[in-house]
C-alpha cells in the first residue's frame, strides 16, 4: 500500500497516544514506543503509518497512528508480544490514547 492525499475524508481511524515522560526519560520513552510500533508496522496487517515526536520542551512523546478499522487495537492488546513491550512505558511514563476517525481534512488554499 502506498499513502495517497485525497482532497476527501477517507475513513482512517487514527489512534493518538500522548505518553508524559518522567524527568529525563523522554529518550528512553521514545524507543519504548518506537520499538512497539515497529512491532506492530512488521506484524500486524491494520497498520497503515505512523509519526512519532519528541515535544521540544522534553515531557511528551506522542504517537499518532493510522489503522484501517477501530477493532485493530483490540487485536494489538490481545498480542502478548506487543502488551509486554507497551507496558514497558510505564517504567518510564504515563500515558493516554485515544482513537479517532476523520471527519474533516483541511488543505492550504492554492496559491493565485
Request: proline share 6%; aromatic share 10%; no cysteine.
Amino acid at each position: 500500500m502506498n499513502p495517497t492525499f485525497t482532497t476527501q475524508p477517507t475513513p482512517t481511524t487514527f489512534i493518538v497516544n500522548v505518553i508524559h515522560v518522567h524527568s529525563g526519560q523522554q529518550d528512553e520513552a521514545f524507543r519504548l514506543i518506537q520499538d512497539v510500533v515497529h512491532y506492530v508496522a512488521e506484524r500486524k496487517p491494520g497498520f497503515l503509518w505512523s509519526n512519532l515526536a519528541k515535544s521540544t520542551d522534553g515531557l511528551t512523546v506522542v504517537n499518532i497512528e493510522a489503522i484501517s478499522d477501530p477493532g485493530d487495537v483490540e487485536i494489538f492488546f490481545s498480542d502478548p508480544v506487543f502488551l509486554e513491550k507497551f507496558r514497558k512505558l510505564d517504567t518510564v511514563s504515563s500515558s493516554e490514547f485515544h482513537t479517532y476517525t476523520v471527519g474533516d481534512l483541511v488543505l492550504p488554499k492554492a496559491s493565485a
